[in-house]
């Protein structure tokens, strides 16, 4: 037999399923038939791409044509005798190596936690005889047996279903078990989460039995699409990686071109050819940045663990600066924008309508009609409802005993959000939010229980689309009963009205249909509630029997809220020029009504749904990309689309998930955020980032920190460039102009070491500026030297480069004897540059000016630059270092001189931008001047 194609399954009726799939829909295939089947289609299990070896793995960290420069510089550098220099750059090669091959052997392994929610063994019917068979040799046609707790083996048909519901939320994203039918639906184009009749590999039966025929087996099945668009999905490089690259590239081509021009004027004004060389190569070693992955690497580990403060946690490092240039956040609805615990919030009885408050699964919280507040345990409807919905109720509401730690801490004001609920249910999502709405008007399941005891249930079944229970208490028995409104009011022939029980007349039905139009407007999940006294004698063994002359008592609205700190996560992103996009498994009508609650949804912004995003090819999903932000009812297919049509656009996208159906998307996107406490393995394993509390704010929280982890690397490029062009540039002028050399070798070299290290790592943990999150997301094209960096850089290296030769000829001038006055020049020389990088360092903090941060609020810098300046000094006054160094000590009016020189790079500038911030301002401030004399502020 040849591999099964794909069909619309759902459409078939239990007939043409066996004729299609050669099978008896009672026996099941012969377990010669299996076997013959098994060979042809191969096992039930999801097969894995052939990876690189972790040997391969790691010998690929070090292909980066920064590494092998790095690796040349250490080679120059251990010729020269610098060791120090040379085992600094090894270190910072095998720690970035290192690191990048661990977090691809970690990602790869996304297939693995896949492979494991496939079941390891069904229950199958072959030739008439139930038996147990490894789950990895189910075929298309064999009929398999499930029940309560049975992970699904493959994808079904079901053809046989007795109150059986699934959870499919890892699927499809439907936040609640779905209720399985066997009948043939006829819609030809259905989502996943819509076709009742199948079940599909790796789903978890939540209640009830059922049988299936199996239709699709290993990577045939949804799950097996799933897998094969993860290994197919390539990760795309960050941001920060591309244009590190670039810069690495840029700067060595630079730096050697510069050192050989040097050299060869060097040569050209006399200077003897070996000294030139040193110096050029020197130079070189100077300008290459070797220490830029080392300072990267701290700042995003550094970055790594405030985020775990803000209950973010980071997988891949390059991830954390690829946040901060987000200009798209997807996210899914359920348990990230909303608390995922369905809640009652509105009541409807006897024409009255009453909010309720309260959040999650804390029973607390008041009944409000029209701002005032209704006695709970007085109102004798609001009374009737609760005690149906309680009585009508297999769901448990628990106390969870709260560890003692919270207790004895006092917990930081972010942290106060995000510890768990002390209440949690037990069972079905919806008759939880029942219990906690009786709990609230004094109603507890303990009470209840202790008054009615349960005789009968007929349960919840699809067709029914209700649930009723038959109770016995001391005045006799009560059936209550709840569900789908417009259906239930069939089954009544009196309605609770004012208190009084009357007939339930055309004019009061419309009324019960209309209020539960509203609700359902509003996503409300709405169902309604009856009951009946029974008499003593009366039969009740079937629902047809029991359920009838039923009294309508009312309407109960629930829904998943919505976080309470979304709202101004949202705001938050709107400001920084972040986009929200909000895509889930749950209907249109819910998805619009929380969209439009948190301001995801403007009011000319679009939802589509995932027919019509079926219909769209990629030029169209292109077009409207911009434009939507709700995507309800999609399918995994669907999700990765959305992420690459908005890749596509130029956007940097983040993209949240906790189902198995979100791990393509969750992996192809530039930022893959997954839910620590409802994601699924196979998510976390696919993501950069897993959210430890699945909260929305979180993610705001996480790019507001990539974005100050990316400014300080800005910074730190900054001053490392603008420092390697003042020490260029002061060989390269000098040689120009015939004069000595105004450093030796190795001073460039302690320059390179001691000045781009301390003061630069200390750059690296920078706070942020106060205005950060009130700027648009950078581009992902954009150039690191974009917004004035590269002018900074220049103009402040070459003001370096000029005051450093500036101060060597004033010494070189103003002394006698040849050597004398040489040797003491270039100290000169040597301190007025290490001096003013010192100094420039403190102006790299701002993207302003010097003067526009505290100067001792990095105590880190503060710190850095002290110990530069002991190191300088121990070398200028050190007997036994001066020899080694060629410098001499320095006077008094020597530092003068220096201080004058290496101040005159930052100072200048800094009153410059000051001075044109000022002129700026005072423009701006006529202007406006003018322009509200114009036109006069109504307010």
């Not at 401030?925 to 109504?938: I, L, Q």
Request: charged content about 20%; glycine content about 8%; proline content about 4%.
């Amino acid at each position: 037999m040849t591999v099964v194609e794909a069909k619309a399954w759902h459409q078939l009726n239990e007939n043409e399923l066996a004729q299609k799939l050669g099978t008896d829909a009672r026996k099941g295939l012969s377990p010669e038939d299996a076997a013959a089947r098994l060979q042809s289609c191969g096992l039930n299990e999801l097969a894995e791409k052939q990876g690189e070896s972790p040997l391969k793995l790691l010998l690929n960290q070090f292909k980066d044509f920064m590494v092998l420069v790095l690796a040349g510089a250490t080679i120059i550098s251990g010729l020269l005798g610098e060791m120090l220099d040379a085992l600094t750059i090894i270190a910072i090669i095998v720690l970035n190596g290192v690191l990048g091959f661990y977090q691809e052997y970690r990602a790869e392994r996304s297939l693995k936690a896949l492979k494991a929610l496939s079941a390891p063994s069904a229950k199958v019917i072959r030739g008439g005889s139930l038996e147990i068979v490894p789950a990895s040799h189910l075929v298309p046609g064999d009929l398999v047996a499930l029940e309560s707790g049975d992970r699904v083996p493959a994808d079904l048909r079901l053809i046989e279903c007795n109150h059986c519901t699934i959870e499919e939320a890892a699927l499809t994203g439907e936040s609640v078990p779905v209720a399985k039918v066997a009948g043939a639906l006829s819609a030809a184009e259905l989502p996943l989460g819509d076709r009742k009749n199948c079940g599909y590999l790796g789903t978890m039966v939540t209640r009830g039995t059922a049988k299936g025929v199996v239709t699709m087996t290993g990577m045939e099945t949804e799950m097996g699409k799933i897998a094969d668009l993860i290994q197919q999905t390539e990760e795309a490089e960050t941001p920060l990686q591309k244009r590190l690259e670039q810069l690495g590239k840029i700067l060595i081509g630079l730096a050697l071109a510069l050192t050989v021009v040097v050299v060869l004027a060097g040569i050209l004004h006399g200077q003897p050819l070996y000294g030139m060389f040193l110096a050029g190569v020197s130079l070189a070693v100077a300008a290459i940045p070797e220490g830029l992955p080392a300072i990267v690497t701290i700042a995003l580990a550094l970055g790594v663990q405030r985020m775990i403060k803000r209950r973010a946690i980071v997988r891949k490092l390059p991830s954390v600066e690829t946040l901060g240039c987000a200009s798209v956040i997807c996210s899914d609805k359920t348990g990230t924008l909303t608390q995922n615990k369905m809640t009652v919030t509105r009541l409807w009885m006897g024409g009255r309508t009453v909010e309720v408050s309260g959040e999650g699964y804390e029973p607390s919280g008041q009944f409000l009609e029209q701002g005032r507040p209704v006695d709970g345990k007085g109102d004798s409807a609001l009374k009737r409802l609760t005690q149906v919905a309680a009585l009508c109720n297999n769901a448990e509401l628990q106390e969870q005993q709260a560890s003692d730690e919270p207790r004895r801490r006092k917990p930081a004001k972010e942290e106060e959000q995000v510890l768990p609920s002390r209440w949690d249910v037990k069972g079905d999502p919806t008759e939880g939010a029942l219990l906690v709405l009786a709990a609230k008007s004094g109603v507890s399941r303990r009470s209840i229980d202790s008054l009615y005891s349960r005789v009968a249930e007929f349960p919840f079944d699809a067709e029914r689309k209700r649930m009723s229970v038959v109770v016995s208490h001391q005045g006799g028995r009560l059936l209550c009963t709840k569900g789908a409104p417009d259906l239930l009011i069939e089954r009544c022939s009196y309605i609770l009205w004012d208190g009084n029980v009357v007939p339930f007349t055309g004019t009061l039905r419309g009324k019960v249909l209309q209020a539960n139009e509203e609700m359902a407007g509003d996503a409300l999940r709405v169902l309604g509630f009856a009951y009946r006294d029974l008499k003593s004698v009366e039969p009740c063994e079937s629902d047809e029997q029991a359920e009838k002359g039923l009294v309508f008592v009312g309407l109960a609205g629930m829904i998943d809220p919505p976080r309470r700190e979304v709202f101004d996560a949202v705001v938050k992103t709107r400001q920084a020029g972040i986009k929200t996009v909000m895509i889930t498994g749950d209907h249109r009508t819910t998805a619009e009504a929380i969209a439009r609650q948190l301001g995801i949804l403007p009011k000319d912004g679009r939802a589509i749904s995932g027919a019509e995003l079926s219909v769209m090819d990629d030029a169209q999903l292109d077009k409207v990309a911009d434009d939507v932000f709700v995507y309800a009812r999609v399918s995994p297919e669907h999700k990765l689309r959305i992420v690459q049509a908005l890749q596509r656009k130029g956007h940097v996208v983040a993209m949240t998930g906790d189902g198995v159906n979100d791990a393509p998307a969750v992996k192809a996107a530039d930022i893959g955020i997954a839910m620590g406490i409802t994601g699924t393995d196979v998510t976390k394993e696919a993501s950069a980032f897993v959210l430890a509390d699945d909260n929305f704010a979180s993610i705001v929280s996480a790019v507001e920190e990539g974005r100050g982890i990316y400014e300080n690397i800005r910074k730190f490029i900054r001053y490392l460039l603008a420092s390697n062009v003042g020490e260029i540039l002061t060989m390269f002028i000098a040689m120009m102009l015939a004069m000595p050399l105004p450093l030796i070798p190795i001073q460039i070299l302690w320059v390179n070491l001691v000045t781009d290290g301390l003061p630069a790592m200390a750059l690296g943990v920078d706070q942020a500026e106060s205005d950060l999150m009130r700027h648009p997301p950078r581009s992902a094209k954009e150039s690191i030297f974009s917004r004035r960096l590269g002018w900074k850089i220049i103009s402040r290296g070459i003001l370096i480069g000029l005051c450093t030769l500036a101060a060597f000829a004033v010494a070189l001038g103003g002394m006698t004897g040849d050597g004398a006055t040489l040797v003491h020049a270039q100290t000169v020389a040597f301190a007025t540059l290490v001096l003013a990088q010192l100094i420039h360092v403190f102006d790299c903090r701002s993207s302003r000016s010097i003067f526009h941060r505290r100067f001792f609020e990095n105590k880190f810098l503060v710190l850095a630059v002290l110990s530069s300046l002991l190191l300088l000094l121990a070398v200028l006054y050190v007997e036994p270092l001066q020899p080694i160094f060629k410098t001499v000590p320095l006077s008094l009016r020597d530092w003068a001189l220096v201080f004058v020189a290496a101040g005159i790079p930052t100072f200048a500038m800094g009153i410059g931008s000051v001075w044109g911030s000022s002129r700026r301002r005072r423009r701006s401030n006529r202007v406006s001047y003018g322009a509200s004399s114009a036109r006069p502020v109504v307010r």
